[in-house]
């Protein structure tokens, strides 16, 4: 086949990142590490219904190192897909296309991502008092 | 809704024959699960740390086991359409492709039916 030499598109090794394009391929990670959460989820509820020991294993699992990093992450994610969600839901009735438009949304929702996830954490730790 | 041509409609064009449907479902769960979700936050930041009792208190206290259950089949809906989209996009084989949606779908409606079934019995004990 005389195409098969041809260079891809979009040739992404030499492609220069840009927000829009980081911001869009972040909402695809970050969708398909929540949809793992939501299995997280589950676990969660399911595990109470198996009596007050698998219940605290869930809860200490969830509250380990590990268990906060995973959350901490899945915190970051929720916040950005909602933040984004919400940019891409505007897009969809056609308002906020122009580009000094999306670069100011696209920050927008970094900005959004980052603050709403301290104030959560903070939040969670002033509850759980440090432990 | 019904957002296609008669004509589409009668080719079944689109990525899994029914795109725009698809795509519709994605807006219509996005959109509750903003208001489900930053409930949902809110719950889990007062829940750090808690014990079983005070777990089975907070689902079971007025509009919260409505709210769970909603945001759970919300979020796995919304979750496998989703992933559905990704699988498509990615995976070449057709076969490969058809099995990872059918169990993405499998897993979706157990583990949400199942999360599902665990709120109503711990709402209403037994």
């Known amino acids: 086949m005389a195409s098969r030499n041809r260079p891809l598109s979009p040739h992404l090794q030499v492609y220069k990142p840009q927000l829009t394009s980081v911001l869009s391929i972040t909402h695809r990670m970050t969708g398909v590490a929540l949809a793992f959460g939501a299995f997280l989820l589950a676990n969660w509820v399911i595990s109470a219904t198996y009596g007050a020991d698998a219940f605290a294993l869930a809860q200490g699992l969830l509250g380990s190192w590990f268990g906060r990093l995973v959350l901490f992450g899945m915190t970051l994610a929720l916040f950005f897909h909602l933040g984004n969600g919400i940019r ?9 296309f122009e580009l000094p438009q999306v670069r100011t949304s696209g920050y927008l929702v970094l900005a959004f991502t980052v603050i709403m996830t301290v104030i959560t954490w903070i939040a969670a730790y002033s509850v759980a008092g440090g432990s | 809704m019904e957002m296609r041509s008669p004509l589409g409609r009668v080719r079944g ?5 029914n795109g725009s449907g698809h ?11 903003v208001p489900l979700v930053i409930w949902f936050v809110f719950a889990a ?18 509009g919260n086991p409505v709210l769970l259950s909603l945001l759970i089949f919300t979020m796995f809906h919304h979750g496998q359409l989703g992933l559905q989209v990704v699988i498509e996009d990615y995976v070449q084989s057709e076969l ?13 409606i157990i583990f949400g039916g199942y999360s599902i079934f665990a709120v109503m019995r711990l709402t209403f004990g037994g």
């Open chain 1, 88 to 96: 891409h839901l505007a897009w969809d009735i056609g308002k906020g």
């Open chain 2, 13 to 17: 064009l689109g990525s899994t024959n």
């Open chain 2, 23 to 33: 795509w519709w479902l994605q807006r219509i769960t996005g959109i509750a699960l």
């Open chain 2, 45 to 62: 930041i007062n829940l750090a740390g808690a014990d079983l009792a005070q777990f089975k208190t907070w689902v079971g206290t007025s």
């Open chain 2, 96 to 108: 490969t492709k058809l099995g990872l949606i059918i169990a993405i779908k499998f897993s979706a």
